[in-house]
């Protein structure tokens, strides 16, 4: 179907999206492009949202380049964590409100693109007091840290003592403070460099 763009929003002829969306867009054989993408009408189960802020990990550049475990049917819209805010919801949305901030529930859900409508079951709330950058990549690297802490056999308690490696990237800041916070000891090795000792003060800050 060929849309057309006008002063009012994306239009088939026959149909009204809400608006458009300017979008990352991964597709076959290709490297990625900024598309303008038509947004469907909003259904008794979606949420329009607003994009605030979405980052680049290393994972997105994997899903990318088709080496990540998780890999959409393309063409798709990059992107797998950010922070939006609601706009509009629909009739039979009971969990979120025009004016939330909200982050996907799960990777994948292509989040470089500056308008989405989604399903209220795709999406969680956090609270909008939360520092804009932090709630955008609150939901790959802190919860990766969070289970590394908790999911090994015996989890990681109070005044054990963890090592880890590659201690200045996104998991490894996240490692230390959750782990501060329950009193568990960490040995953190970062890479030989020029800058190794402002960044082993900028780490200390962290405990």
Known sequence: ?????????????YTTAISGS??????PNSSPR???LALP????SDVHVKMLAAPVNPSDINMVQGTYAI?????AVGGNEGVGQVLEVGSQVTSLRAGDWVIPQDAGLG???????????????VPSDVPLLCAASLSVNPCTAFRMLSDFEPAARYRDCVIQNAANSGVGQAVIQ???????????IVRDRCVSLCLSQQLLKMF
């Open 1 to 13: 179907m060929r849309y057309k763009l006008s002063g009012k929003g994306i239009s088939d002829g």
């Open 22 to 27: 300017n979008a990352v867009q991964i597709c």
């Open 34 to 36: 900024l598309e303008r």
């Open 41 to 44: 009408e909003l259904g008794v």
């Open 71 to 75: 890999l959409p049917e393309l063409p």
């Open 111 to 125: 989040t470089w693109r500056t308008e989405a409508v989604l399903n209220e079951g795709t999406l969680a709330v």
């Open 178 to 188: 959750i782990a501060a916070t329950r009193g568990i000891h960490t040995i953190n």
